[in-house]
């Protein structure tokens, strides 16, 4: 017999133990969403500010290929920045 304790030779439950349960069976989502309601999640971030205007001769690099940077510069094309 393995001398090593797991999660059902626990005496009690505990948050750790009900979020990594919730992790397997519903991924990060049901974690997050757990962790949210319990109070367990830091602050909102503050509200983004209200970009307005252009300068000119504004030229916008994006960097990366990913899901992000494919996104950014969709938007920063359909607002006219090169």
């Known amino acids: 017999m393995s001398s090593e304790r797991t999660l059902l030779d626990e005496s009690r439950i505990t948050r750790r133990h009900v979020l990594q349960a919730f992790g397997v069976l519903g991924g990060l989502s049901l974690v997050m969403g757990a962790m949210d309601a ?3 999640m830091g602050a909102s971030a503050a509200q983004r500010p209200a970009l ?12 990366g290929a990913g899901i992000s940077g494919l996104v950014v510069g969709y938007e920063l094309g359909k607002r006219g920045y090169d």
């Open 52 to 63: 307005q205007g252009r300068g000119t001769g504004t030229r916008v690099i994006v960097l």
């Open 38 to 40: 319990w109070g367990l």
